[in-house]
């Protein structure tokens, strides 16, 4: 892993939820602080909490109210940490990398960036955003074995230092079983696969634009995403559910994403492309969608 990270050393873990778990609080403790993404995954968030730090939450991907929350607690503290997502799982948008590094070097911090759903899509080697950022190092990097690259297992890429750290420090790592070898060896193979064969995530990105260009056409209004994953958002969570069964029975499985998981009145429907996904399939999911949403408004009318 750090060979292809081109990362100083690397540290393997269960999972990716395990790496934040471990990493975090090996970072900050009682009597620092955090500054976190509002959109952050569930997992960042424990680990966060975990750290007993304070912690202190920015909006989603707004560096100037980072800005202002930094310079309101910074004398007092002894460490600080950045905290975010890179690709963010929601909404299929991405954290402002550059602007967020300048404001760990303007102030002094250090910055964690959770690459979990861009490791092996994103950047020109397939290894997530940070990779064409020349300005990263020093930033401390989360990714998982779980999702483009279909294994299971997180990982964390530093310095030598940082990695040693952890290996005596992160509870995840040091009091639970490690990664069972299969898994291991079907991501060291996934990576292999990522590094031979770009076209596989060009082909996946280039389904993606189409995906949103074709939502927009059809009205399904504008939203955040950048990526493969893009949401359609719905608003009540009972209507999202509905829509989610009635794409299942046509063949195709988009799950509803309902609160807590997101922000109340945002309930929606969450597209994972894969590159396995052809353009005949992306046409056909937008018909399809476009199919259930008008039942659901005529059944909405007859309620009524
Ligand atoms: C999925 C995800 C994780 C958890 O990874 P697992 O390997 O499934 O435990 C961590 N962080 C982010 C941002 C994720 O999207």
Redesign the pocket.
């Known amino acids: 892993m750090a060979r292809w990270e081109e990362a100083q050393a690397t540290l393997v873990f269960a999972?990716?939820?395990?790496?934040?778990l471990g990493t975090i609080p090996s970072l900050v403790e009682e009597g620092d602080a955090i500054f976190s993404d509002a959109l952050?995954?569930?997992?960042?968030i424990d680990g966060c909490r975990l750290s007993r730090a304070l912690i202190h939450v920015y909006r989603h991907a707004d560096v100037s109210h980072l800005d202002d929350l930094l310079r309101k607690h910074g004398a007092s503290v002894r460490r600080r940490l950045i905290v975010t997502?890179s690709?963010?799982?929601m909404d299929g948008d991405v954290a402002p990398l550059a602007d967020l590094l300048h404001a760990a070097k303007r102030h002094d911090c250090r910055l964690l960036v959770?690459?979990?759903?861009a490791t092996g899509v994103l950047g020109q080697h397939g290894r997530g955003l940070l990779e064409s950022l020349p300005a990263n190092d020093g930033c401390i990097k989360?990714g998982?074995?779980?999702?483009a690259l279909g294994s299971?297992?997180?990982f964390v890429c530093g310095s030598r230092q940082l990695i040693r750290w952890l290996v005596n420090r992160a509870r995840p790592y040091i009091f639970s079983t490690a990664l069972a070898p299969p898994s291991a060896a079907a991501a060291r193979r996934a990576v292999a696969i990522v590094v031979a064969e770009p076209e596989r995530r060009q082909r996946l990105l280039a389904g993606a634009r189409l995906l949103r260009d074709a939502l927009r056409q059809n009205g399904f209004g504008e939203t955040r995403s950048q990526s493969h994953i893009v949401p359609v958002i719905v608003g009540d969570a009972l209507e999202a559910v509905q829509l989610s069964r009635q794409l299942e029975k046509r063949g195709m499985l988009v799950p509803a994403i309902r609160p807590p998981s997101v922000p109340e009145g945002t309930a929606r429907l969450r597209i994972s492309l894969t590159s396995a996904h052809t353009e005949e399939d992306v046409i056909r999911l937008v018909e399809a969608l476009r199919t259930c949403w008008n039942l659901r408004l005529g059944d909405a009318h007859a309620h009524r």
């Open positions: 999972s990716g939820f395990a790496a934040n952050n995954h569930a997992s960042l997502d690709l963010f799982s959770d690459e979990a759903h989360v998982t074995l779980s999702k299971q297992g997180g």
